[in-house]
């Protein structure tokens, strides 16, 4: 279990993006997080593995607080804390493999890392999570080469090598047209439903949140608006979340 209490982040200049944010996550949850830009949700998933420092509050996963854990000791905790990005984070000049096989890298040793060298058995997962995605054929072509989707595909194979018990995904779809959308999101949806990884996913736009997530938590200016199963966002809280100006469409 995920347990997130009193997560706060203030950055310098007084900037408040998160404000005692409290809520649990159990494994094999599909979680949204939802909100405007600037709510808060960028923060909060970079929180959870501390690529951003939290002034306050407690991050426990499995009883261990993360919060107090050495650099040293988070460099081994994110081993199982996959990360997929709404730019996808590529080498772009680099084959598609050697981008996946960036996902060992808190595996083997950092020198033969230097030289791309992995051991056969990383090459052979590398290869199926590639598969997985619907990518394999694509395994020695430079990153830059292919489209937006398969670029995403990549980054996910590439936290699946991870072995992760958690997928951070933040607004991986952002950048995508709604067809390709809906199949990475559906690669997430079966990550978590067939492998039992944890999704943490903050998205835009309530159809995939109703489509995909079994719950949702909303930020708004930092603070937790909404904690609860997708159809519960009536129109009130959805006007609480976005804004009473704000237009449902989804």
């Keep these: 279990m995920l347990e997130i209490k009193n997560l706060t982040k203030i950055y310098e200049g007084g900037v408040k993006a998160l404000d005692k944010v409290s809520f649990n996550v159990e494994k094999w949850e599909f979680l949204a997080v939802i909100g405007l830009s600037g709510s808060g949700k960028s923060t909060l998933l970079r929180c959870i593995n501390r690529l ?10 499995n009883g261990v607080d993360l919060t107090k ?11 199982k804390i996959g990360m997929v990005f709404q730019q996808f984070n590529l080498v772009s000049r680099s084959k598609v493999i050697t981008n996946v096989l960036a996902g060992r890298l808190g595996y083997v040793n950092p020198v ?57 995904a933040d607004e991986p779809v952002a950048s995508l047209d709604p067809v390709l959308a809906h199949s990475i999101m559906q690669y997430l949806e079966k990550i ?19 489509r995909y997530a079994d719950r949702a938590i909303a930020l708004n200016e930092g603070k937790l608006m909404f904690d609860g199963s997708p159809k519960d966002i009536d129109d009130v809280k959805f006007k609480e979340i976005y804004g009473k100006e704000a237009e449902r469409i989804g």
């Design 112 to 168: 033969m890392s230097l030289f791309n060298r992995f051991p056969q058995e990383d090459l052979k997962m590398a290869l199926k999570e590639m598969d997985r995605v619907g990518i394999a054929n694509q395994a020695y072509k430079r990153a830059d080469e292919l489209s937006g989707g398969q670029q995403q595909r990549v980054g996910i194979a590439r936290a699946m090598m991870q072995d992760p018990e958690i997928i951070l």
């Design 192 to 210: 978590n439903s067939e492998e039992g990884v944890m999704v943490i996913c903050s998205l835009h736009f309530l159809d995939l949140v109703h």
């Design 52 to 61: 951003v420092e939290p002034t306050e509050g407690q991050i426990l996963w």
């Design 69 to 79: 854990a050495s650099q040293d000791e988070m460099r081994h905790i994110r081993r």
